[in-house]
């Protein structure tokens, strides 16, 4: 805390501002927060137990450790060198900037149908076209397939366009690009050519650059209802031909790979319309050999990271343009978050056993079952929202299932559902590339063996060691963990991927056990801060079902319009309020305004989730609930309720928080809080009590 500043001038530096003060960003981040810290902790906590090799656990943890022990061989990693990579490009038609006479060679047979159908399909990556298997968002009960924009090499569109900073990063892209290819040609004995890769990755660039401009932004893309276009096949090829894109080729190559035939009236959801528009105007604009320069880039792109170090040191410009990071991950830490993220659930069973308790689990329960009945009873004040509405609403806040710490299954000695997770992966601690290759082929098969499988509801959409919180509205769920995800979270998404969308279209709350430790919850720790942390987090979520996307899903997970003409009118309305108030939030260090529009849902989950959780609290407390203070500080329970919730609000890049820090989240909901003001005696007028205060849940 800042003791020195006053909390109703500013509120995020008296709660905060030491910490500013005594923190600084590592060379390794971009950014850093609490999140980042316990992230940091729960890595060296399962450092330990992947290193420990006295036990001997079961396969799908040995293999998880055999894994770890492959990325940390750095020895074996730099004497195969290019190796591993090199031996995969023919496998998908050659990179013809590193290849002499590609177009005599294989152009004749190139199809890029094949050719996008095999980076998806083995690879994992969607490239030019992004095609996945989900839930449907009008019928919860079942998948099917997706067609949407894709992502870029670049995080962000608008990287390759604008210019200023953009414009230097763009520069590091290309320089980068060149300068892989450059040492692929030296590998392969190739003449050097300069003129030959600078004229090639150029016209990548040029390429990507159109495709980002072909995409619709995402601020853009916040309305599922006007995303979701259902067709059959015949439908979509005479909608989007694509100069001759055959798309029932490129769809059966995919399936294919998991022995799935398309039905003769097999239906897609398209999401993308606008870029499949704008893409018939690039797709033969480019030659073939540009296509697949760029095609092979992105899975070289992808790459990088599992090669040898002259391979990373190749990136280092391009990263400090981009994160303005100067220095790499140490290697243990890279090591185990990259098994973390492909054996989540192996991973998971070992942080457990290590760390998390079931009296949390159920501690965390009551906390969930306290927050949402305020949430149903909250409902009640509303005079914009009219009785059927609430009605519908409350039903929906009753039916929202969740997810606390972890699934039961990955402790069960007997259970083989873990080890049946991973059993077509065979590692070697020789072959940390190949490895890598197996967990991409895994996840993608994974992923397309579900459209012909019925949509298990109990599913977990994340492991258990991850820091963070995650709504889904296709499962009307809640889910508490550590680690970002597909959809409508706290933390900050690492992957610009459709997962994005995608968790805004679930439907459930998900709350692992990475983020169910202290400052967010300790059962050792005063309730003040327990729900001022983790209450808020629920509330968070919670909220995220009604928030301007979670809205528009009932309480099956449905995407369906339970909303009568008044309520829907009077949301918009109220909505307004909050995206014109935090448009009026400036970020000094970016010389910019937040974006209150694209940044309504997290707002109002941010509004929505504090409230929740101070009704919760007090209502606790007046039940007979027996608190205690922190020694030292002369502050209320209240007080301590308020100061919490400021040190746990998190910095993520989806939120507004990503364009003005923290600072702007809880600044914003608790200026609309008249209990804030009253803990703090802020006068009517000063900055945390201005006189309109914006409201919807």
């Keep these: ?130 095609l996945f298997i989900w839930n449907d968002d009008q019928n919860s009960s079942r998948h099917v397939i997706y067609i949407d924009q894709p992502t870029l090499g670049m995080p962000s569109r608008e990287y390759y366009f604008q210019e200023g900073t953009n414009y230097k990063v763009r520069e590091a892209y290309l320089h980068f690009m060149i300068t892989v290819a450059t040492m692929l040609r030296k590998d392969l004995n190739l003449p050097k050519d300069n ?64 022995q799935i035939d398309l039905l003769p009236d097999e239906e897609v959801v398209v999401y993308g319309i606008p870029y499949l528009q704008n893409l018939e105007n690039i797709i033969d604009v480019f030659s073939a050999r540009t296509m697949q320069n760029y095609l092979v880039w992105r899975l070289v792109l992808d790459r990088i990271s599992s090669l040898s170090q002259r391979f990373k040191d190749a990136r280092v410009h391009y990263r400090k343009a981009l994160y303005g990071t100067t220095v790499e991950e140490v290697r243990w830490r890279e090591c185990v978050s990259y098994v973390n993220s492909n054996m989540e659930s192996a991973v998971g069973s ?7 308790t079931k009296e949390s689990k159920d501690m965390v329960k009551e906390l969930i079952d306290k927050v949402r009945s305020v949430f149903v009873d909250t409902l009640d004040e509303l005079k914009w929202m009219d009785e059927e509405s609430k009605k519908k609403a409350q039903e929906k806040a009753i039916n929202i299932r969740e997810q606390i710490g972890y699934p039961d299954y990955i402790l069960e000695k007997h259970n083989r559902h873990l080890d049946e997770e991973y059993s077509s992966l065979e590692f070697s601690e020789e072959l940390y590339f190949e490895n890598g290759l197996q967990n991409l082929k895994a996840s993608a098969q994974r992923s397309l063996k579900k459209l012909r499988e019925k949509v298990d509801q109990n599913l977990w959409i994340i492991g258990a060691a991850v820091v963070n919180a995650f709504y889904s509205p296709n499962r009307n769920q809640i889910a508490l963990d550590g680690r970002p ?29 990475g983020i169910l430790q202290p400052p967010f919850f300790s059962k050792e ?32 997970g449905n995407m369906l319009d339970w909303w009568s003409n008044f309520s829907a009118q009077h949301f918009r309305e109220q909505s307004q309020c909050m995206i014109y108030q935090y448009g009026n939030f400036s970020w000094d260090l970016a010389d910019q305004n937040v974006n209150g529009f694209s940044t309504l849902g997290e707002n109002i989950a941010d509004n929505g989730g504090v409230r929740q959780a101070y009704k919760a609290y007090i209502q606790w407390l007046t039940e007979g609930g027996r608190d205690q203070r922190l020694p030292g500080l002369n502050l209320t329970y209240t007080q301590l309720f308020f100061v919490n919730y400021a040190q746990v609000t998190p910095s993520p890049g989806s939120h507004s928080h990503g364009f003005g820090g923290p600072t702007i989240g809880v600044l914003g909901s608790l200026q609309n809080l008249a209990a804030f003001s009253e803990a703090f005696h802020c006068p009517r007028g000063s900055p945390m009590h201005p006189k309109k205060r914006c409201r919807i849940w």
Aim: proline residues 3%; contains cysteine.
């Design 1 to 130: 805390m800042d003791i020195s500043k006053k909390p109703c001038d500013n509120f995020y530096q008296y709660a905060c501002g030491g910490w500013l003060r005594h923190h600084v960003i590592p060379e390794t981040n971009s950014r850093y927060s609490v999140f980042d810290i316990l992230r940091d902790e729960l890595e060296v906590i399962l450092k330990g137990v992947l290193e420990d090799s006295e036990v001997k656990d079961r396969p799908a943890v040995e293999k998880a450790k055999i894994l770890y022990r492959s990325c940390m061989n750095e020895s074996v990693i730099e004497k195969r060198d290019s190796q591993p990579l090199l031996n995969i490009l023919n496998m998908v038609g050659g990179w013809p900037v590193a290849m002499d006479k590609w177009t005599e060679t294989i152009g004749p047979k190139w199809e890029l149908e094949r050719q996008l159908a095999l980076l998806n399909s083995q690879f994992n990556r969607r490239v030019l076209i992004d």
């Design 195 to 258: 003129n030959l890769v600078q004229e090639d990755m150029s016209k990548v660039l040029e390429l990507e650059a159109h495709l980002a401009n072909a995409t619709v932004p995402q601020e853009e893309r916040h309305d599922v209802t006007t995303l979701y276009h259902r067709m059959d096949l015949v439908e979509l090829q005479d909608r989007f031909g694509l100069k001759g894109f055959n798309w029932t080729l490129f769809i059966q190559s995919v399936l294919s790979s998991v």
């Design 350 to 356: 070992l942080y457990i056993k290590q760390a998390f």
């Design 485 to 513: 995800s597909r959809g409508a979270h706290l933390s900050l998404a690492y992957r610009n991927t459709h997962s994005q969308l995608l968790f805004v279209t679930l439907s459930g709350t998900v709350f692992p056990a």
């Design 525 to 556: 720790q005063p309730q003040s801060l327990n729900f001022g942390g983790i209450g808020m987090v629920i509330g968070h979520e919670i909220t995220h079902g009604f928030d301007d996307n979670g809205r528009n899903f009932d309480k099956n």
